[in-house]
């Protein structure tokens, strides 16, 4: 009867500590005035408020929310225009930096403005700069970036009026916005041959760009320039990378501060539009400017069938795959992390040589003028160029692969976070989120279960163990949650919008 008792408690003290450990989600209440259609940027916490900017056609505010998540405030920022471009923002301890762009008759301005933790301004609005545009050219021109460490700030615009020679202009600032330095240089382009990748600053203020070629204004890369441009130089300066003889169909960039470093990454394959054979990546040193490692890893068998399952194609395993993140370790290691995306419509299906070959991002046949270069912040391919959701398609978010190297490039290990993921009309609801806790990273996601969605929580941790966690707590019925667009807002937060009926909600999950 002891024993019995004693494995009584044993087994009622380990529930206790997984319930004590299992995730705590807590909604907002709906709001009359946030349905679907609200535009909106998780801003982060401050002082332990939460902000959440919102627009609705006309109206911006920013909603203010408790540790419970209940409404403290709803601040009108009735210093906006009606209708504005585009915004961004970069959160501090103590403030938010807002900026916003918004066209006067042929005057495109781009201000900003401090915001405290009540929401209000600390401040008036300041115009970083103006520009005047044509009736045929693009109206978002700004592209405001940051370092990691939020140390340095950069405005840039890009003037592609001339095919053959973008003009760059960029304005570096410090943390408090006060201006460093600005300068106008000019890139040498090939005409409709010629794109760059994304752009990045790192913590020492350089304005890192990657320009790849497409020959023939085909779908796949044959050659790649290294471009910096250093805070104290006028121009960029631009190295061949030398990718031999991988054909590489898009590129993704990332700064490694801590290793005063940067990391290409691509699939690649051995013929134009042939299948996915690997992934090729650069090592690249900024102190000297040059590529200190290059490798292409093969796919074997073994990993295809981990992608993609037992029932599908090995050798076309890969071909709907895309590169959505790459994280960087202290130690010099770094992870690639995919997933496969991919579109079928009633009309036809859709396939990746279809969203790389759609157009260059940075000039089209109707863009005459300046071209703001950013990619679509939440990594899905069919917008990422151009593409809007479509009734008539059908949206598929499967299977995540992640690959950890260490600092040389060699492959320590690879798993597979398993999801089937697929919506009709929208892909809202299908991709993941992303949690980092510090001893694992957490994959939230979507699953169909009953016919209606279920969050999910699947972490790895730095060995590659793959850890599946029960259905997480206070699932209340009726909420779909979207976590391709949640935000970390603290070591152990993130905050989820989701839809409760036709209301735009949120809820943060503490872990």
Request: net charge neutral; aromatic share 14%; with cysteine.
């Amino acid at each position: 009867m002891k024993i019995k008792l004693v494995l009584f408690g044993i087994f009622l003290l380990a529930l206790i500590n997984v319930n004590a450990q299992a995730p705590r989600i807590v909604y907002t209440e709906p709001e009359k005035e946030d349905s679907r259609r609200t535009s909106f940027e998780i801003l982060g916490k401050i002082n332990g408020s939460l902000l959440i900017y919102k627009n609705n056609r006309t109206e911006h505010a920013i909603s203010i929310y408790d540790d419970e998540m209940k409404s403290q405030d709803r601040v009108l920022m009735d210093f906006m225009p009606d209708r504005v471009i585009n915004v961004d923002y970069i959160t501090y301890p103590e403030k938010i930096l807002f900026f916003y762009q918004y066209q006067r008759k042929r005057v495109v301005y781009c201000d900003y403005i401090a915001i405290g933790a009540n929401g209000k301004p600390l401040g008036n609005p300041v115009t970083l700069d103006t520009t005047e545009i044509g009736y045929t050219s693009s109206n978002k021109i700004y592209t405001v970036i940051n370092s990691d460490d939020k140390q340095k700030i950069m405005l840039f615009k890009v003037n592609s009026s001339n095919p053959r020679k973008f003009f760059i202009t960029s304005f570096l600032y410090d943390e408090n916005l006060a201006l460093i330095t600005r300068n106008f240089s000019q890139v040498d382009m090939d005409e409709k041959g010629d794109y760059f990748s994304d752009f990045h600053l790192s913590n020492a203020g350089e304005l890192v760009v990657a320009r790849f070629s497409r020959a023939g204004n085909s779908d796949f890369i044959s050659g790649v320039n290294m471009l910096i441009k250093h805070p104290d130089s006028l121009g960029f300066s631009i190295r061949n990378v030398e990718i031999g003889k991988q054909i590489l169909d898009n590129l993704l960039m990332k700064i490694d501060n801590s290793n005063n470093r940067v990391i290409l990454a691509s699939f690649f394959s051995r013929q134009k539009r042939g299948n996915i054979e690997g992934l090729y990546l650069v090592n690249w040193d900024k102190g000297n400017n040059a590529k200190v490692m290059d490798t292409a890893i093969v796919f074997t068998d073994d990993l295809r069938v981990m992608a993609k399952g037992t029932d599908a194609n090995k050798k076309s395993a890969f071909n709907d795959f895309f590169i959505k993140n790459i994280f960087t370790r202290k130690d010099g290691g770094f992870a690639i992390v995919s997933e496969s995306l991919y579109t079928t419509s009633r009309n036809n299906g859709f396939n990746r040589w279809d969203y790389m070959g759609w157009g260059n991002p940075w000039f089209g046949p109707m863009n005459y003028g300046y071209w703001s270069p950013v990619y679509s912040p939440f990594g899905m391919p069919w917008n990422r160029y151009g593409w809007n959701n479509n009734p008539m398609n059908r949206y598929f978010a499967e299977n995540v692969l992640v690959i950890s190297f260490s600092q040389d490039g060699t492959k320590e290990w690879n798993n597979v976070i398993t999801k089937n993921q697929f919506d009709d009309e929208s892909d809202n609801l299908i991709s993941y989120g992303i949690m980092n806790t510090g001893g694992e990273v957490h994959f939230l996601f979507n699953t169909f279960e009953r016919r209606t969605f279920v969050l999910t929580d699947q972490s790895l941790d730095p060995t590659g163990k793959i850890t599946r966690y029960p259905t997480l707590k206070n699932l209340d019925k009726g909420y779909d949650f979207m976590p391709r667009f949640a935000k970390q807002v603290s070591g152990r937060q993130i905050v989820i919008p989701c839809l409760y009926r036709n209301y735009l909600c949120f809820a943060r999950v503490d872990f």
